[in-house]
Every structure is written in structure tokens, then in C-alpha cells.
């Protein structure tokens, strides 16, 4: 998707804050393809991934005024938003549930592979697929699945010092993967 | 500080993706305003992020946007129109509901007026001409009162000369053929003046009037003739007589007494 600008960042927040429907609509446009594969990143069921992806606009059109622009891009605290909505979802008992009776079928999906996407195909999750192993956990479990830090050194039996360390050198090779 | 060696701990790109502590957040956000190449390098993270996600972006189903348009139309709505068209609105619509009701109230107050003038010019009227009558009543009531204060002045006076102990009285009695006349003179012996009381007399024929006569050493002098008077009429000043005598002359009076037109005489 191009990123083609209707309104500079600044103009849009302002329209947006000033609770302008147009603007919030051309937001919808401009940003909901990267964030939707954000979304999809995390889960992989299209309708779930459509229902947060509207639960990310609504909660962007009703936290806007939460927004500080000194803090960073908008893009980034809408991520953000959508990431978090994303790893709730995952989190959720619904969620879970509906992932038990899924991996009875799961063979099916990953063959036909028409209905569920391809989760490592999609958006960031490409790039991390390609991390060495040892690296690629780290970012799984924290960035995609949203488990803490403390939560990752216990469940690897890995001290604390270790996994900060192994994720932050993580980020910085995604880094460059992203700049090739 | 080393910023350089900061920057490529990979905090940067741990807090732009949401997986920095709080505290490390904290303390990212205080480094960014202090070393303007710390938060350089963040700009730049999230500008690659934000390309990235461009470049990786998947079109969602179009039905998503108008669920999450229609999800948010009482909120859309809430937004706007309270702030622009609703107070717009209700205020044109009120005001025409306030023009309406002005109107009618207008129209109901220029009858009420209209009818409320006829009854008023009416009454305007009636009270002007009753008005009338009166100013002509205390008119002729005030006529009357000068009449009646001009009676009460003179007939003061002649009770003034009646009173007075210098005044004598002489009256004079009809003579034969007119017994049923009767005249009093008062008479001032200090003044001189003469005044007369013309206590019943004969009513005098057109052309004629009485005439009262003082006898001084037996020859008349004209003491003036007698007019409508209340009370005493004022006569002329006789300083010496010896009586007092009317009789009847033509109007003005006359320069010698008509002997045989003797009313009444009286001696002193």
C-alpha cells in the first residue's frame, strides 16, 4: 500500500481530536491495511483478526485525546494498540477454547491453507522467521504472544540478564533485516 | 553519557515495539529530551516500523469499515452535531417558534389595542362633553358666587353704615296716594355721606326713575338718582338738610323736583 499522505500527521491528529468523522475515516484508510497485518500477525483467524481490528479503530477514535505526540509517531501508539488487542484476544478464555477444537483440524488448515493465513508469511513475523532460533523464541514469545520478560526467563529456565540481553540483540538484527 | 553505545543496546527498538519495562520506558523518554540523537534514533525506528508495516500491509475485508462506521455513528453524531448543527438547529428553530409566537402574540395585542382605542375614544368623548357641562356649570356657578360675593360686599358695607353710631336714620314715610311706600335715609353726620334704603317702593315705569332730593333751606338739591342696588345705594354727599324727599323723574334725573311725583318725605 503506498503511503500516500492526505493530511500531514500533525493536521490528522488535530482533526481527530477535534472528533472529525472525515478524518477518522481517512485514518481508517490510510492505516488499516499495516495494521490489520499487525493484527493478523498475532492471530492468524481472519474474523477474530477482522473484530480486533475494529476494536483497534474504535478504541483510536475514543483514545485519541490519550495521544502525546511528544512520545512518538501516531503510527507507533496506534501499533501498539493493535498489538496489545491482538495478544488480549490470543489471551482470551474464548480464544483458547476455540483453539482446542482447532488443532483437531489443524492438518486441514495448514494443507488447504486458504481459510487460516499463513501466519509466517505475514508482516513482521517474515523477518522473524528468519532470525536464528535461539533468537526468533524470545521474539515470539514476547512480541507476538505478549509474555513478560520475568514470564519468558521462567518458562525457558533462562536467567532474567540472559533473555534482556538475547531479545534486545534480537531487535537490533530485526533492524537490519527491516533496512535490507 | 554514551549515547551511541545507548542506542545500539537495543532499547530503542524494544520500547517503539512495546517491550520495554516501564521503568526503562520512563527512563527512555527522559534520555529523548536530553540528547536529541537518542531520540533521532527513535524517529528513525519507527519510521522504518511504519514502513515496514506499509510495505507488509493487507487490505481488510471492506464490510470492517462500514461495521466499525456504523459502530460509531451515535458517537460520530455525539461529536459533531451537538457542537455545530444541533445548536444550529434547535436555536433556528426555536427562534422561528419565538418569531411564530411574536406574531401571534402581536396580532392579539394590535386587536386587544384596536378595541381597547374605540372604547377609550368613546369614553374620551362622553367624559369631554360631561367635561364640558362642567367647566360651563363652574362657569355660571362662579358668575353666580362673584354675583353673590358682590351682594355680600355691599350689603356688608350697609350694615357697616347701619352700625355706625355717627349715622343717623331718617326715614321717610309715603305721602298721600302712596301710602304703601317706604324709604330710609342714612345719613353720616360726620362724612356727610347720604345713603338710602329703598325699603318698599313703587315699581318704576319705563322711562322713569326715582330721584332722592335734599331740602336745604327749603329748596331741593339733588341728592342722585336711585339705581338697583343691594342693601344702602350710595347717594351723593349733602353736607346740611333739613329733610329728605323721592320722587319719580324721567330716567337720568332731573334738575328740579317733580312736586307733583312725590313718593315719600321724611323731616330730620
Redesign the interface.
Known amino acids: 500500500?503506498?503511503?500516500i499522505q492526505k493530511y500531514t500527521e500533525t493536521d490528522l491528529i488535530m482533526l481527530l481530536k477535534e472528533?472529525?468523522?472525515s478524518a477518522?475515516?481517512y485514518l481508517?484508510?490510510h492505516y488499516?491495511?499495516?495494521?490489520?497485518?499487525?493484527i493478523?500477525s498475532i492471530l492468524p483467524d481472519k474474523e477474530l483478526?477482522?473484530d480486533v481490528?475494529?476494536e483497534v479503530?474504535?478504541k483510536i477514535?475514543?483514545q485519541v485525546d490519550s495521544y502525546d505526540a511528544s512520545?512518538?509517531?501516531l503510527?507507533?501508539w496506534m501499533?501498539?494498540i493493535a498489538?496489545?488487542a491482538s495478544i488480549d484476544m490470543l489471551r482470551s478464555k474464548g480464544y483458547q477454547k476455540a483453539q482446542q477444537n482447532r488443532e483437531l483440524t489443524e492438518a486441514v488448515y495448514e494443507k488447504g491453507g486458504s481459510i487460516a493465513t499463513n501466519i509466517n508469511q505475514?508482516?513482521?513475523r517474515?523477518?522473524v522467521h528468519s532470525l536464528k532460533e535461539e533468537y526468533k523464541v524470545l521474539v515470539e514469545l514476547?512480541?507476538f504472544q505478549g509474555f513478560t520478560?520475568d514470564e519468558i526467563s521462567k518458562t525457558l529456565n533462562m536467567p532474567l540478564g540472559t533473555v534482556k540481553t538475547r531479545?534486545?540483540?534480537?531487535?537490533?538484527q530485526?533492524?537490519e533485516l527491516?533496512?535490507q | 553519557m554514551d549515547t551511541k553505545a545507548y542506542i545500539e543496546s537495543g532499547i530503542i527498538e524494544s520500547y517503539v515495539l512495546g517491550l520495554a519495562s516501564t521503568e526503562e520506558a520512563t527512563e527512555l523518554e527522559m534520555l529523548c529530551r536530553q540528547h536529541a540523537d537518542i531520540k533521532n534514533a527513535v524517529e528513525e525506528f519507527e519510521a522504518l516500523i511504519q514502513k515496514q508495516a506499509f510495505q507488509d500491509a493487507l487490505a481488510p475485508p471492506p464490510e470492517v469499515k462500514e461495521k466499525l462506521m456504523s459502530a460509531l455513528t451515535t458517537e460520530f453524531a455525539k461529536a459533531q452535531t451537538p457542537v455545530v448543527q444541533l445548536t444550529v438547529d434547535t436555536g433556528r428553530s426555536k427562534s422561528i417558534s419565538i418569531i411564530r409566537y411574536f406574531a401571534a402574540a402581536s396580532v392579539i395585542l394590535l386587536i386587544a389595542s384596536t378595541v381597547l382605542n374605540v372604547f377609550l375614544y368613546n369614553n374620551y368623548l362622553s367624559v369631554n362633553n360631561k367635561y364640558q357641562a362642567l367647566l360651563t356649570e363652574r362657569n355660571s356657578l362662579q358668575a353666580n358666587n362673584d354675583v353673590f360675593r358682590t351682594r355680600i360686599n355691599n350689603l356688608e358695607q350697609s350694615m357697616r353704615v347701619i352700625e355706625n353710631p355717627d349715622v343717623r336714620v331718617i326715614t321717610l314715610k309715603g305721602l298721600p296716594g302712596k301710602e304703601n311706600n317706604l324709604a330710609a335715609v342714612y345719613w353720616d353726620s360726620k362724612t356727610k355721606d347720604v345713603y338710602l334704603l329703598p325699603t318698599k317702593m313703587d315699581a318704576t315705569p319705563s322711562g322713569k326713575q326715582y330721584q332722592l332730593w335734599a331740602i336745604v333751606n327749603g329748596k331741593p338739591v339733588d341728592a342722585g338718582v336711585i339705581d338697583e342696588c343691594d342693601g344702602l345705594c350710595k347717594m351723593k354727599n349733602i353736607p346740611d338738610a333739613e329733610a329728605f324727599a323721592i320722587t319719580l323723574e324721567k330716567k337720568g334725573g332731573s334738575n328740579t323736583p317733580t312736586l307733583s311725583a312725590m313718593y315719600v318725605l321724611g323731616k330730620i
Open positions: 500500500m503506498p503511503e472528533r472529525e468523522q477518522f475515516s481508517y484508510d488499516s491495511g499495516a495494521l490489520y497485518s499487525i493478523l483478526a477482522n481490528l475494529q479503530f474504535v477514535w475514543r512520545k512518538g509517531r503510527f507507533t501499533m501498539n498489538r496489545n505475514i508482516g513482521l517474515k523477518l514476547s512480541y520478560q531479545l534486545r540483540s534480537a531487535l537490533l530485526l533492524r527491516m533496512k
